[in-house]
């Protein structure tokens, strides 16, 4: 057992639990119903019996519930956060119980655009209603309910996961007993709104997008691309990008004048605009 | 005669001059060459006797030599700096011989990628030559000797004018008297290329920009939208456009969780993206 080994979750599942009933729709803060829905979450380390252990993580935008370890022996990279969370780790799964899951309209696992409409039988797409942040977390509650969590010690996530640990202090003030919102904000500025538009626009404007009724195999990947190249730029400071890339040249000691890229930011942010995230196209406006 | 019409150049023409004849290629920064050359530009005021009153204007990305006054009696909307320029005005046509050309590349009168490649017969698209600032102020420069010019008192400009202005300064220390740089600098940083690539990176993924042999009626206008909205985010900083727009919404009291735009800054900018720049697609690396 190597120091990797020794500090991990190990194998873990990402379960599907189904946290509202066909017949039973849940009211959404834009006035619409939504059912089914179906929450994929995965869980480290134990619930104590006291129940007061519980700590909930929120993910960011395009992410999951796979937080840590390796959902198969093959898999060659661990969760997105595995260097927090594990035995002996910041959030430490030989104390804590720990939660993620995939939020509202995340599609990897969660019910979201990509998933059956039971109307039609076909994906939602553009008739997934708009989701807010209070209906994540009323339906992480619902998720919690059913796992038998009376409380959460402590609420934790970055970005739009801090929107939620935020609504989550304010929807359950006494459910939450410590919050941890990192690199999170209240609401969306003119900037942030403006930023996020761009990406919209861009993925709307791809003609595979096909009004969102897309195939699985033939979806607006170019707009999805220069959305993701966009939320690139706003993930690292002005500062932080100028310090990491400054004006490196790619692969050259001099410029060579053609419409490949010249710079190392843009090959940065090429590599980022081609990750491809299949199905996991939010759906969100922040309140 | 209204207080419009007293403190205006009035009917101006924009005139147009080869200034690289087809059997004198022009040696460009890449190290190709380009020939013919024709610069598009409009002059106001007259040169004094001494030659000594010119003042140079350098334009902004996507704009023209029409600084001033009106092209027709039709139009309804005077130059793109006509609050600055005229009689009485900051850069006073009385006392000034003012000269504004579009720049190499610019293509609005200018030799650019959509002028007729000698060669081919064809626009140039793509094979236009990837150009600098120092090549358009070269070009400057020659369209100044043609007009004999011996000497410029002013040299004025903001963003990528700003760039030709400091290029001047280091080419023609003796030939330019003052420089007036406004809101530039000497060189792009990371970040300033990051949004350069996404915006470019846009137009390229445009199906309609067929590799840049579009025709002229069927351009890669969502691509080109998509990168003016990125520009127009960038025109303003964080603070300005937060004090402009906020979280305004478009038109109505409360969201309306649709895909329409919700937000005044959204709706600025999509109608920015919306302005047809038609064949004003510079191509251009800052150095």
């Known amino acids: 057992m190597d120091e990797t080994e020794k500090n991990s979750v190990g194998i873990v599942e990402t379960r599907t639990i189904r946290v509202v009933e066909q017949g039973k729709p849940l009211e959404l803060e834009c006035g619409k119903t ?16 006291a129940g007061d252990n519980a700590v909930l993580i929120c993910h ?34 030989d104390k804590y119980f720990v939660i993620c899951s995939n939020f509202l309209g995340g599609c990897s696992g969660t019910t979201g655009p990509g998933s059956t409409n039971p109307e039609t039988g076909k ?7 708009i989701i807010t942040i209070a209906d994540m977390v009323k339906v992480q509650k619902l998720l919690l309910d059913k796992l038998g969590i009376k409380q959460i010690l402590a609420c934790v996530g970055g970005s739009i996961g801090g929107m ?12 939450v007993k410590s ?21 919209r626009n861009a993925i709307l ?11 699985a195999e033939k979806g607006p990947d170019g707009g999805l691309g220069i959305a993701r190249m966009i939320g690139h730029i706003t993930y690292l400071s002005e500062q932080g990008m100028r310090e990491k890339f400054g004006r490196d ?26 990750v491809s995230w299949k199905d996991s196209m939010p759906i969100v406006i922040f309140t």
């Open 179 to 199: 919050a941890i919102p990192i690199a999170t904000t209240t609401h969306l500025g003119a900037q942030s709104i403006a930023f996020d538009a761009v990406g």
């Open 249 to 274: 040249l790619r692969n050259a000691d001099s410029y060579s004048y053609d419409f490949i890229s010249e710079f190392a930011v843009e090959t940065y942010l090429e590599h980022q605009g081609q």
């Open 123 to 129: 994906p939602y797409g553009l008739d997934f209603p």
């Open 34 to 49: 939504l059912a089914p829905i179906d929450v994929a979450y995965e869980t480290y380390g134990r619930l104590n019996e």
């Open 164 to 175: 939620q640990v935020l609504q989550w202090t304010i929807e359950c003030p006494e459910f």
């Open 60 to 93: 960011a935008l395009s992410s999951n519930a796979h937080v840590a370890g390796l959902n198969s022996p093959d898999d060659k990279k661990p969760g997105w956060w595995d260097i927090m969370v594990g035995p002996g780790k910041g959030i430490d799964t």
């Open 205 to 215: 404007a791809n003609p595979n997008f096909a009004n969102g009724r897309y195939e």
